[in-house]
Structures are given as structure tokens and as C-alpha cells.
């Protein structure tokens, strides 16, 4: 069975940094392309980010690049979100996915995009 479990979330005021890990079993995390994608109260799906199974390549949506650094390692079968210059408007819950198609770890904002993904931690940035 597959399972992500994410962590890391929390309370922070702006302009502060979090660490979001997903830690991963059931499937051989390797092999597939993985994004963060972001969820607000009362709002829509947003993808974050991005990174590819084999090279590592990543994507960032222009609302997060340069603050976010999205990184796995694939050993430990997890994977980061790295959350600096935080903003008010990033407090959501935050979900670790599996994109459905290829292209979808570039953008995919739709859960019908997804094949899995876990329960989510939230993450507060207010002063």
C-alpha cells in the first residue's frame, strides 16, 4: 500500500522559514517524478512544486520560485520542501503527490492529476 506521511508544518510569522518532509513507503519512491502542492482554506488545489524521479530536475510555481527549494533524497525515500521569506498567503495544508501523467510534476492542479498523495500538514504564517 502506498503511503506519505508529510511533516514539518506549523505556526511561524512572516519572513520565517519551515522544513516540510515526506517520508514515503509501498512503492519504489525512486522512480517517480513527486510535487508539493498546496491547499488554503476556502481555496482551490495549487501546485508548489515540483522534482523529477532521475535527474532531479525541479519546477516552482511562479508564486513560491526563489523562496522554496523543493529536494529528495532518494535512500530515505522522502522528500523537502524548503519554506524561506514565508508570506501570509502561503498558510495552507501542504500535501506531497504523485503526478498521474509526466508533464503533471510541472504544474498538475487538479487532485484528478494525482494517483496518490498523503494527508497533508498544515502550515500558519500570521504575526
Known amino acids: 500500500e502506498w503511503q506519505l506521511v508529510e511533516s514539518g508544518g506549523g505556526l511561524v510569522e512572516p519572513g520565517g522559514s519551515l522544513r516540510l518532509s515526506c517520508t514515503t513507503s509501498?512503492?519504489?519512491?525512486?522512480?517517480?517524478?513527486v510535487s508539493w502542492v498546496r491547499q488554503g482554506l476556502g481555496k482551490g488545489l495549487e501546485w508548489v512544486a515540483g522534482?523529477?524521479?532521475?535527474?532531479?530536475?525541479?519546477y516552482y510555481a511562479d508564486s513560491v520560485k526563489g523562496r522554496f527549494t523543493i529536494s529528495r533524497d532518494n535512500a530515505k525515500r522522502t522528500l523537502y520542501l524548503q519554506m524561506n521569506s514565508l508570506k501570509t498567503d502561503d498558510s495552507a495544508v501542504y500535501y506531497c503527490a504523485v503526478p498521474r501523467e509526466v508533464d503533471g510534476v510541472d504544474g498538475a492542479s487538479e487532485w484528478d492529476d494525482y494517483t496518490n498523495w498523503g494527508r497533508g500538514t498544515q502550515v500558519a504564517v500570521s504575526s
Open positions: 522534482i523529477r524521479s532521475n535527474v532531479g530536475t525541479t
Open positions: 509501498g512503492f519504489t519512491f525512486s522512480s517517480f517524478d
